[in-house]
């Protein structure tokens, strides 16, 4: 969807306090934040909703005070300092029509976010069309800011044809006296962009668009020589120049992990652990999974639906797993053969200790299996001793998504009465890892990524933006979901006040230059959003997100 607050700033009609500027250039939309803002609302409200429409007893001040007013935001237009129209919204139950009308929700499209509008007045020397269309204007930002997405109000009977023409749908019986009668009316979010959106389209913009930031845990920012390869023409996968480059591939991706064999499928990260899951289920005796967010979650459904007989270690999400737990988990479960994690749990960032797994698998003959997903080509990982782990093609290693990558540092046989062809690790390792037809132009381009790959020169890299970004974000009022003591350099999480949208910040990030991560469904549950340092990417790029974030979370 089309925000229309990045339609606006690519306008130019956000102000520097982040106020919609109209169309008319001596008008200015914003929310009432001074006393002499509030002092005018007072009285056109007065004006309006007693000495127009009776709704309410005169007083000798001529000053009416809603009675919500400590819950109102006031959307209002000025010229200069002068009030010329306002809006008054709220989200709080029981609405104002609650009262009015029995069942309310009965009448509204289900599961939206609410908010109510009230008070819509316009002095009469400026009733044109234009101030109520900028209040409708900002109506629209503002619950897009607040993640609202069906306001509704209601209308005078004398507006009808104007409310219509913006787009709000008429519902229930009329409301109000005979002298004062309205229609209960509401306004969706997708007509408001629909309406107001193309408003702006043919609009120039004020500085041309730049290629993006890519901050997102993939895919990642590709280099040239990789993509040239993938256009390539296709090759057999019995020739013998893919057979040769094939091995080699495998070679170059095990010398970066220190692990002895690995295969490549065509597929995803998840695949590859649906491979470990069909390993696991060859082996006598239960397993433990651990588990501190999503990632953790998806190999507990992994194992779930590949039948295996486990028990789970779940802290909070961010949380650490902690040596004491994982060893108590153990000692309660002697008779444990396998224990599977993930290295960096990507949904928050924390990093799991490799090397204390290690420890404390081995001495118990404990085949330690892991996600390495996110962290094989961002941070150091040691494979040795590890009975199977999993990465890809697409994240960290910088090349095309579509190979699924299976580590592991022991034979293994192929398993025809227990595993489906494509998912036995043995079928692939008794044909060289080509049984079935894969793809030569995945190879070349991951091939070519290995070739221009420094490791140790990336690692540091990382660390260092992240060492660097991470003080700089807390400085500024940010919260990370993650110490850093504990969490991967290339994932950064960002907790955002429950008042602003991840999706609507994420969205205006998007209008501004940068990809981030927070579509995802775990993410926009906890409203959060994720810097990411898994592609290339320099300190010089990523700087400015320091200025643009927090102004995009002043709006609100």
């Known amino acids: 969807m089309v925000l229309l607050g ?53 007083n000798q001040a001529e000053v009416l005070v809603d009675q919500f007013d400590d819950e109102n935001d006031y959307l209002i237009c000025l010229r200069d300092s002068e009030l010329l129209g306002m809006m008054a919204v709220r989200d709080k139950r029981p609405f104002s029509l609650d009262r009015k009308l029995k069942n309310l929700d009965s009448y509204l499209p289900p599961e939206r976010k609410i908010c109510e509008f009230r008070l819509l007045a316009v002095e009469g020397d400026y009733r044109t ?90 895919p990642v920012e590709i280099k040239p020589e990789v993509r040239k390869v993938l256009a390539e023409n296709p090759i057999s996968h019995r020739a013998r120049t893919f057979v040769n480059n094939f091995k080699q591939t495998k070679q170059n991706l095990c010398q970066l992990v220190n692990s002895q064999y690995v295969e490549m499928l065509l597929g995803s990260g998840t695949l590859a652990n649906d491979v470990v899951a069909g390993q696991l ?63 960096c749990e990507t949904s928050s960032g924390v990093l799991n200790d490799l090397a204390m797994l290690k420890e404390i698998c081995t001495p118990r003959n404990i085949r330690l299996c ?89 690692f540091q890299h990382i660390a260092d933006i992240s060492a660097w970004l991470r003080p700089e974000l807390r400085e500024r009022g940010f919260q990370l979901v993650v110490d850093d003591a504990h969490t991967s350099p290339a994932v950064i999480t960002i907790v955002l006040p429950e008042q602003i949208s991840s999706e609507y910040v994420g969205d205006q990030l998007v209008e501004a230059g940068f990809l981030l991560s927070y579509q995802s469904e775990y993410l926009l549950k906890r409203n959060w959003i994720q810097i ?25």
């Open 6 to 58: 990045n339609k606006l700033k690519e306008t130019g009609l956000l102000d520097k306090k982040g106020g919609i500027m109209s169309s008319v250039p001596d008008l200015k939309f914003k929310i009432a934040s001074e006393a002499s803002e509030f002092e005018q609302i007072y009285r056109l409200n007065y004006k309006t909703f007693v000495s127009e429409i009776p709704q309410h007893e005169p």
């Open 129 to 218: 069309g234009r101030i109520f269309y900028g209040l409708a204007e900002q109506l629209a930002h503002y619950c897009q800011q607040r993640g609202y997405t069906l306001a509704i109000m209601s209308g005078t009977l004398r507006q009808q044809k104007l409310y219509k023409h913006i787009g709000f749908v008429p519902f229930g019986p009329l409301v109000g006296t005979a002298e004062a009668q309205f229609q209960p009316m509401y306004l969706t979010l997708e007509i408001a962009m629909e309406k107001f959106g193309s408003f702006f389209q043919d609009r120039p913009t004020s500085t041309p668009k730049k290629k993006p930031v890519n901050l997102l845990p993939g």
């Open 281 to 343: 289920s060859l082996l006598e005796g239960p397993g433990l999974i651990l588990s501190s967010g999503e990632f953790g979650d998806r190999l507990i459904n992994h194992a779930i639906r590949a039948g295996l007989s486990f028990e789970t270690l779940s802290v909070e999400w961010g949380d650490i797993l902690k040596r004491d737990d994982i060893i108590a988990a153990l000692d309660r479960r002697p008779h444990t053969t396998w224990l599977w994690a993930v290295h």
């Open 370 to 458: 892991l996600d390495c997903v996110s962290t094989i080509g961002a941070v150091p990982v040691d494979l040795e001793g590890v009975y199977l782990a999993t990465g890809t093609s697409g994240k960290c290693l910088a090349a095309f998504p579509g190979l699924a990558l299976v580590f592991y540092n022991h034979p293994v046989d192929p398993a025809p009465e227990a595993l489906p062809r494509y998912l036995d690790l043995g079928l692939y390792a008794a044909k060289n890892g080509v049984p079935f037809t894969t793809s030569s132009n995945l190879l070349y381009a991951l091939h070519k990524a290995l070739q221009l790959l420094e490791p140790e020169q990336r």
């Open 532 to 556: 990411c340092l898994m592609g290339e990417c320099s300190r010089d790029e990523i700087a400015p997100i320091l200025e643009v974030l927090p102004k995009i979370c002043s709006y609100v």
